[in-house]
């Protein structure tokens, strides 16, 4: 059993950067494979990145590439995300997920969720 907790959004200006954190619960961290998907106002949540148990794999939506780095600190049990040269069309809540085998783009294949945490980017 993993819980999650997402942190860091908020209100920054276009071409600003954030850093999301997601702590998690749970003895067996370093185990899980983590991802960030965010989710707008009346579209379906997207994957924005993954990483690998390990911190040595990772994935990136093409929205996400080139601006957003995704980090892992097993011995602090977290996971970041750190987003620059933000967009407007970035606004969404933003969720952290964790997976024993899965990393990839499908939201569904994740077993543990975060409630979220709200990122505006005003233009």
């Known amino acids: 059993q993993v819980q999650l907790v997402e942190s860091g959004g908020g209100l920054v200006q276009a071409g600003g950067s954030l850093t999301l954190s997601c702590a998690a619960s749970?003895?067996?961290?370093?185990?899980?494979?983590l991802g960030w998907f965010r989710q707008a106002p009346g579209k379906e949540r997207e994957f924005v990145s993954a990483?690998?148990?390990?911190?040595?794999?990772?994935n990136f939506a093409d929205s996400a590439k080139g601006r957003f780095t995704i980090s892992r600190d097993n011995a602090k049990n977290t996971v970041y995300l750190r987003m620059n040269s933000l967009k407007p069309e970035d606004t969404a809540v933003y969720y952290c997920?964790?997976?024993?085998?899965?990393?990839?783009?499908?939201?569904?294949?994740?077993?543990?969720w975060g409630q979220g945490t709200q990122v505006t980017v005003s233009g």
């Open positions: 990483i690998s148990w390990d911190g040595v794999t990772t």
């Open positions: 997920a964790a997976d024993v085998g899965y990393f990839g783009i499908d939201p569904t294949r994740y077993q543990y």
């Open positions: 749970g003895r067996t961290f370093s185990s899980y494979f």
